[in-house]
Structures are given as C-alpha cells and as structure tokens.
C-alpha cells in the first residue's frame, strides 16, 4: 500500500472527512488531498510525522509502517535503516541482485517473504 492510500484509510478509521482532518492538524486541504493521492510526498521531518501518527493513534508496527512508508514516498530509506552501516554497506549487494533477477510480480513476492522468515528467525534467537 502506499503512503496517500494508507494514510487515507487511518483517516476514514476516525470518521474524519479530507477538510475535518486538515483543520484538526493545520494542513492545507488541496495539498492534502494531493498527498493522498500520491502527487505530492510526505513531509520528512519526523516531528510532524510523529504529530500525525500520535493523531491517528498510531502505535507499534502500525506507526512503523506508517513511517517507513511515508520515507518510501519520498524516495528515501527510512532514518533508521540510513543509519545502520553495517545495513548501508549491504544495500549495494541487494540491489544488484534485484536488478539482475528482473523480481517482479510472484519472484518479488517470494523474496520479501524469504527476508520476513530471515527477520523471524532472528527474532526468536
């Protein structure tokens, strides 16, 4: 899901319309409304989103997703994983296998489960 679609579906999760949430948080209803529908990105700066996940009563992995989708909107890495250089170094690697294996569709499916059961096993180490 990306960012305009989920942020759209917290926001109909309160009831709230397009113009109720904006004049909740201040924001513009034309820019939102160009956020929601994936023509303009997020904001990056991590205090307002922190403000709209605290809004939305996003809590745990749904604020994470929240966050990491609003940096994959913007086409960045989420701060987190940015700083992680044992990560960063190994990003290069992953995405030369992702390119030359043209992952789309069902192949792309069947690697991000692959990475989910790898982050299980480490989980429960």
Known sequence: MNFGDLVK??????????RQFCAELGLDPSNWSKVERGLNPPTGDARTLEAWCKFLGLRGEAKQEFLDTAAVARRELP??????AALMAKLPAFF???????????KLTELVKSIQALNQGDSDS
């Open 96 to 106: 030369r296998v992702v390119r030359n294996h043209d992952l789309k569709g069902k």
């Open 9 to 18: 579906q917290h926001r109909i999760d309160k009831n709230l319309t397009l």
């Open 79 to 84: 701060e987190d994983m940015a700083a992680d």
